[in-house]
């Protein structure tokens, strides 16, 4: 799983060549510009999500701001304590040093665009993406060292009080250990 070399050679990063991956319980990334190609000002993964499917428990990026650019669906997102909606062609700001979690909060399969600035991060969906695919028994475990490596912190005990209050569908996600 890898991104497309974007450049003035090769401008176009199309559906059909672009590679995905599934990273917990169904949730999708979609590995759309790496960000080499912006000199590391940005980077773009697309996350089809399932129905009442629950992106992340609250986590917390120490190194860069996220973006979701809604296409298809109505999501829900938690900033801090702040609970806003969005619908396509909604974007919504996700700053670094903000607990946040989103999730989709309709009864079919919704897509957002993330915008990650500056890039780098986008290599950890790749990365527990490759994880998931080779079945690697103690993913979890991985995906705890996987989220310090990248300057993430994450909440697993916030997974049971989102899926209750969201009417998600995710009471099963695992989560890691807390780093």
């Given at each position: 799983m890898t991104?497309?070399?974007l450049?003035?050679?090769?401008p176009?990063?199309?559906?059909?060549?672009?590679t995905?991956?599934t990273?917990?319980?169904g949730?999708g990334?979609?590995f759309?510009?790496?960000?080499s190609a912006a000199?590391?000002?940005?980077?773009?993964?697309?996350?089809?999500?399932?129905?009442?499917?629950?992106?992340?428990p609250m986590?917390?990026?120490?190194?860069?701001d996220?973006?979701?650019f809604i296409l298809?669906?109505e999501w829900?997102f938690?900033?801090?304590?702040t609970?806003?909606y969005?619908?396509?062609?909604d974007?919504?700001y996700?700053?670094?040093?903000?607990?946040?979690t989103?999730?989709?909060?309709t009864d079919?399969p919704?897509?957002?665009l993330?915008?990650i600035?500056?890039s780098?991060?986008e290599?950890f969906?790749v990365?527990?993406?490759e994880?998931?695919?080779a079945?690697a028994?103690?993913?979890?475990?991985?995906?705890?060292?996987l989220a310090?490596q990248y300057?993430?912190?994450?909440?697993?005990?916030s997974?049971?009080g989102?899926?209750?209050t969201?009417g998600?569908?995710?009471?099963?996600?695992?989560?890691?250990?807390?780093?």
């Amino acid at each position: 799983m890898t991104f497309i070399n974007l450049s003035l050679d090769n401008p176009v990063s199309r559906l059909d060549e672009t590679t995905t991956g599934t990273l917990i319980t169904g949730i999708g990334a979609r590995f759309v510009m790496e960000g080499s190609a912006a000199d590391g000002r940005f980077a773009l993964v697309e996350h089809p999500i399932p129905a009442r499917g629950l992106a992340a428990p609250m986590h917390l990026h120490t190194r860069e701001d996220e973006y979701s650019f809604i296409l298809e669906g109505e999501w829900g997102f938690q900033l801090g304590e702040t609970v806003v909606y969005g619908k396509p062609g909604d974007l919504v700001y996700k700053p670094r040093n903000v607990w946040h979690t989103f999730w989709n909060a309709t009864d079919q399969p919704a897509r957002l665009l993330e915008v990650i600035s500056p890039s780098g991060f986008e290599h950890f969906f790749v990365e527990l993406a490759e994880l998931v695919a080779a079945g690697a028994p103690d993913v979890m475990e991985q995906l705890g060292r996987l989220a310090e490596q990248y300057g993430l912190q994450l909440d697993p005990a916030s997974v049971p009080g989102l899926v209750a209050t969201h009417g998600l569908t995710m009471s099963d996600m695992p989560v890691p250990a807390p780093n």
